[in-house]
């Protein structure tokens, strides 16, 4: 249902940019997000676009990340810029979606994309 992309290698300070699509019986999608899980770390909430057009970051990445989304066409999308080796983690998308059939709201997590940041 989600598919993530985008993830890479960049120098420290650099930036990269983040891809998600939401697929298969869609009705509405509610919040979509990313989140980063460093190994030996816990997955942690980077961004969050809300439906309504609220938007919040993690103070991590505050000023430095922009998560922006279009609704027409069920994507989400995180640009990564100044990048520190700490931004280094695994990223995922998250969505709550509204199914077209039965409209229950379920979570829905993509694969993960690698981001790698070289100091």
């Known amino acids: 249902q989600l598919q993530a992309s985008g993830g890479g290698l960049a120098q420290g300070g650099g930036s990269l940019r983040l891809s998600c699509a939401a697929s298969?019986?869609?009705?509405?999608?509610?919040?979509m997000s990313w989140y980063r899980q460093a190994p030996g770390k816990q997955r942690e909430l980077v961004a969050t676009?809300?439906?309504?057009?609220?938007?919040n970051y993690s103070d991590s990445v505050q000023g430095r990340f922009t998560i922006s989304r279009d609704n027409a066409k069920n994507t989400v999308a995180l640009q990564m810029n100044s990048l520190k080796p700490e931004d280094a983690a695994v990223y995922y998308c998250?969505?709550?979606?509204?199914?077209?059939?039965?409209?229950?709201?379920?979570?829905?997590w993509g694969q993960g994309t690698q981001v790698t940041v070289s100091s």
């Open positions: 998250h969505a709550r979606i509204q199914s077209a059939t039965g409209r229950a709201v379920i979570s829905y």
């Open positions: 298969g019986s869609i009705f509405k999608i509610y919040a």
């Open positions: 676009s809300e439906r309504s057009g609220g938007i």
